[in-house]
């Protein structure tokens, strides 16, 4: 963790995702269903809203459309790095745009931005969302999802 940790254990809680998406339905989508993987959703609608979201909802991951209106995704997590308290939490990029777009490939060089392609299937995505947070030290813990 960066020197500026959040100060209270993490464990003992489900985990925590916060979706960053400015598209209405797709976000509320994301906050209504992600929570039947086992996460506690928050969901933003711009990079305005993040700093607030990031210091009192304190999540363990972030999953964040690359295109939001004004910033972008790289804004986003150049905002997250440099964040006190959550500058190491993981930072899920989901976007439909070319892989090879310029500043998402600036945004895939920092530490702990990963790449989901959209469409993804809610299998792919609860999977990649539990990996990015098993790898993060302090976390909460993952429970098993009952079958």
């Known amino acids: 963790m960066t020197s500026g940790s959040i100060p209270h254990p993490r464990a003992g809680r489900a985990p925590r995702v916060l979706v960053v998406e400015d598209h209405r339905y797709l ?16 969901l933003v609608t711009d990079t305005n809203g993040l700093e607030m979201a990031l210091e009192t909802f304190e999540p363990d991951v972030i999953l964040a459309d690359f295109r939001l209106r004004g910033e972008d995704g790289l804004d986003l997590c150049r905002k ?14 989901h976007t439909a745009i070319d892989p090879r777009n310029l500043r998402l490939q600036e945004a895939l060089t920092l530490p702990g931005v990963t790449l989901l392609l959209k469409p993804a299937d809610f ?21 098993p999802i009952p079958n």
């Open 27 to 42: 976000g509320g989508l994301l906050r209504d269903v992600l929570p039947q993987g086992g996460f506690e959703v928050s």
């Open 80 to 93: 997250v790095r440099s964040h006190a308290l959550c500058g190491d939490v993981p930072v899920i990029l």
């Open 123 to 143: 299998q792919t995505m609860v999977a990649l969302l539990r990996e990015q947070i098993t790898h993060t030290p302090g976390a909460a813990e993952i429970t």
